[in-house]
């Protein structure tokens, strides 16, 4: 496999009664990179961090992670705890927990159940970790916030901030801004691109003016398989993808799966 890559699924094939949400599938992303796929409908891209993450096994491949970790067979919660991390749709929070309180539930350490974590009393290390984490997410002033109470961008940057406190080496990213308003989206690409220095990220995507704000390689998905890849500029004008999710997007203004 490739020396530079973090994550390359080789000859991926997902089959659902017949149905190949994932055909052949060659897909290869590198440590400290931004990675963007889109795609029409049905075109895999949420299969691919299935995938990854272990929540799908496919019918046939490999999944290789870092040097020559193969994921295929290996369960959610063990290839979160080689260093994959992945932040769904809908944010995953405790609605009632403050937002340090949240943070806190998400340090990587041994776990004791949350009755004993609440209780518990962080380390000045792990206070330390937090209160930079709350400077990345830009929620130093939230943090003695009721979860719950955040708006809908809050809550999104309050979820990656507890994903990155696994230390994840991949972040893995479906649709982060559904539903933000204009200035949180631009500030939720601004927080991806920060990522970057200690993470390698892949962002699933159908807003394409946030695509260009963040991407710099992507990556379209169509039946399965990648239909095409490069620079933004690039894919935008191939007539394929035009055909098959830019112009649809533009007709239907769905969001893509």
């Not at 590198?30 to 299969?47: C, Q």
């Amino acid at each position: 496999m490739p020396e530079r890559s973090i994550i390359y699924l080789e000859s991926v094939t997902v089959d659902y009664d017949g149905f190949k949400a994932l055909n052949n599938l060659n897909f290869i992303a590198n440590y400290n990179e931004l990675r963007v796929v889109i795609g029409p409908n049905g075109a895999g891209k949420t299969t691919l961090l299935d995938v990854i993450s272990g929540k799908v096994q496919p019918a046939s491949g490999r999944v290789i992670f870092g040097k020559d970790t193969d994921l295929t067979g290996l369960r959610e919660h063990e290839i979160a705890t080689l260093g994959i991390g992945r932040k769904f749709q809908a944010p995953s929070i405790y609605g009632n927990l403050t937002v340090w309180d949240n943070l806190d539930l998400s340090l990587k350490r041994p776990s004791k159940g949350v009755l004993a974590a609440l209780l518990g009393t962080p380390t000045p290390e792990e206070r330390e970790r937090i209160s930079a984490t709350l400077q990345t997410i830009g929620l130093e002033e939230k943090a003695d916030t009721r979860a719950g109470s955040l708006s809908h961008g809050q809550k999104q940057w309050l979820e990656i901030g507890m994903v990155i406190l696994q230390d994840p080496a991949l972040l893995l990213v479906d649709e982060p801004v559904a539903g933000m308003t204009d200035r949180e989206t631009e500030q939720t690409g601004l927080l991806l691109q920060s990522l970057v220095e200690k993470h390698a990220i892949i962002v699933i995507e159908h807003d394409m003016e946030f695509v260009r704000q963040i991407a710099r390689t992507v990556t379209v998905l169509h039946e399965g398989a990648v239909l095409c890849e490069g620079p933004v500029e690039k894919v935008q004008s191939d007539p394929r993808v035009v055909e098959i999710y830019l112009g649809h997007h533009k007709a239907t203004h769905a969001p893509a799966r």
